[in-house]
């Protein structure tokens, strides 16, 4: 009866050590890196653009890419009718882009995704039969490199576009020659 006891208290270690109570698991799948498809897009090299960098973004298949560089020092990339971002190179901060989402009085703003360095948000008017539009905010920094990325906050966006947006975004990298 005792080796019994001993055995069945061995199983229920055993498989509560299978279920979760192991830590060493959670250690190895919080290193894990997250895996990023960039199918259908293309690798821009924004240098021909005055702009230290590279990012991905949609491949012909949605549309002729147009990278205009504007006047105040920013490059606007737009792809289609579903793609429009814009890179500025003196940007504002997480936290001033933050406070001017929430003074916003002609929009009810509800935040998706508000995890530094990213800001997503859906903007409704309320009681109206108008589609809600979707917009983000990204800031990249490395080496003392400052960028903002942002959606054209002019035009709608759907969550789907936003989102394909967000992964060009992210995909941005500072390139010193």
């Known amino acids: 009866m005792k080796k019994i006891k001993i055995v069945a208290l061995f199983i229920v270690a055993t498989l509560f050590a299978a279920c979760g ?4 698991g959670d250690a190895e799948n919080s290193s894990t890196e997250e895996v990023v498809n960039y199918e259908g897009m293309n690798k821009l090299d924004l240098r021909e653009h005055g702009f230290e960098g590279i990012i991905y973004i949609p491949n012909e298949e949605f549309g002729q890419p147009i990278i205009d560089r504007t006047d105040w020092g920013s490059v606007r990339i737009t792809v289609g009718e579903r793609f429009g971002i814009e890179l500025q190179q003196e940007p504002i901060s997480y936290d001033m882009r933050m406070s001017e989402l ?66 060009s975004a992210k995909s941005y990298d500072h390139i010193v020659d």
């Not at 109570?21 to 060493?24: E, I, L, M, R």
């Not at 009681?127 to 002019?154: A, C, L, M, R, W």
């Open 21 to 24: 109570g192991s830590t060493d």
């Open 102 to 167: 929430m003074e916003a009085q002609v929009f009810e703003t509800a935040l998706i995704d508000e995890t530094p360095p990213l800001l997503f948000w859906k903007n409704t008017i309320p009681n109206s039969d108008i589609e809600p539009e979707f917009h983000f905010f990204y800031t990249y920094s490395k080496d003392g490199f400052n960028v903002s990325i942002s959606s054209f906050q002019s035009e709608q966006y759907s969550e789907s576009a936003v989102n394909k947006m967000i992964i």
